[in-house]
């Protein structure tokens, strides 16, 4: 009997773990929408409000991207009200690399893909997670000193 529940235990733990392995391995992107028309630049300022709605770049309805101006990383206004260290911006996820690659990325939280602070010039995946839908998106500037500012240039629709 004592086998038999050491044998189940190990079965269940062995569910548990394969079900959490998503993260480390490449998305499926065969049915996924992919961002790859023009360029679109988008400003949060130092010091402006993110509540105000130029402050934050409406990716869709679910997903509007912003930055606080206590320091932290940036964030989506449509599902939070602030950041979130290891989980903003809710609904995404990021890789470092360019979406012709798509097929080979790991995709992982923001703070995780990469350091905000070091985020300027590198090539990233956005993911935008419930519309399933992937863009390219470039930091030209991150605010240091709690100041709030930020920049990016990101992929759009396809026309």
């Not at 190990?10 to 929408?33: A, D, M, Y």
């Not at 911006?89 to 995780?112: C, H, M, Q, S």
């Not at 030209?140 to 026309?159: A, D, H, I, L």
């Amino acid at each position: 009997m004592k086998i038999i529940k050491k044998l189940f235990f190990v079965f269940q733990l062995s569910i548990f773990v394969i079900s959490c392995s998503k993260e480390g391995t490449p998305n499926e992107i065969s049915s996924s929408t992919i961002w790859n028309g023009s360029l679109k630049s988008f400003t949060k300022t130092d010091g402006s409000d993110p509540n105000e709605v130029n402050n934050q770049d409406r990716l869709t309805a679910k997903v509007w991207i912003t930055r606080g101006n206590n320091g932290g990383q940036i964030y989506n206004a449509a599902q939070e009200d602030k950041s979130d260290k290891y989980k903003s911006p809710i609904g995404t996820e990021w890789a470092v690399g360019n979406i012709n690659d798509l097929d080979k990325l790991i995709f992982y939280d923001f703070r995780i893909a990469i350091q905000p602070k070091n985020i300027v010039g590198k090539n990233l995946v956005l993911h935008l997670i419930e519309e399933d839908i992937y863009l390219s998106v470039k930091f030209k500037s991150w605010s240091q000193g709690k100041k709030g500012g930020f920049s990016y240039e990101r992929t759009t629709m396809s026309n």
